[in-house]
């Protein structure tokens, strides 16, 4: 099986048109066309990500693999309807915090624990632990218009345009709900440590 970029390099392309495209450009155009290699170099380069950001809204590994399942084929039976502007990432995070939602609201569930929090250091693993499900109990007190740009922005490194284009609000109101969200995670870490 080639890759993309032994596709690319095999198929002579104007130099202009090659170099504006991105990696992820030119597997949505392949995968419009029904390409399923393409959508396949999609599924192994973001399943990881979205899997890990889905287990940071139901805090249930075997829920978000699940899940993640069912958004790869959302976005398989979509993505030829979509424009040649799609911007995949977003679009993907999107389907997955939809599907997370809906699947949520069905059972009831709505907890919103991100994940572990890889950053956090002691001296001692048995203090990582407790600390990290201090966090944990924590970032569960947020409301979820906090919880999601908050996990968005520290776990997957999303700027407030990429954040605001997920969640279908202003950039200006993602940097308001991190703030806040922010200020809220404090106070309830504040209570934890007590």
């Not at 799609?86 to 919103?112: D, E, M, V």
């Not at 922005?153 to 954040?163: K, M, Q, W, Y």
């Not at 609000?169 to 440590?193: C, D, W």
Request: hydrophobic letters at 45%; aromatic letters at 8%; proline letters at 5%.
């Amino acid at each position: 099986m080639q890759t993309l970029m032994e596709q690319a390099i095999g198929t002579p392309q104007p130099a202009a048109a090659a170099s504006a495209q991105t990696v992820d450009q030119l597997l949505v155009a392949r995968a419009r066309r029904g390409d399923a290699a393409a959508f396949t170099e999609i599924f192994e380069r973001y399943h990881h990500r979205i899997v890990n950001y889905l287990y940071g809204l139901v805090h249930d590994r075997e829920l978000a693999h699940d899940l993640a399942q069912d958004s790869f084929l959302k976005a398989y039976k979509a993505l030829p309807r979509m424009d040649d502007d799609l911007r995949l990432a977003p679009w993907l995070y999107r389907i997955a915090g939809n599907t997370a939602f809906s699947a949520l609201r069905r059972r009831k569930l709505i907890r919103w624990l991100p994940l572990l929090n890889d950053g956090i250091e002691t001296s001692s693993v048995d203090g990582a632990i407790v600390e990290a499900e201090a966090v944990h109990r924590a970032l569960a007190k947020l409301p979820p218009k906090y919880a999601a740009p908050l996990l968005l922005h520290s776990h997957e490194g999303l700027s407030c345009n990429e954040i605001a284009e997920i969640i279908g609000i202003s950039p200006g109101a993602v940097k308001t709900r991190l703030f806040r969200a922010r200020e809220a995670f404090r106070i309830a870490y504040g209570q934890e440590e007590v």
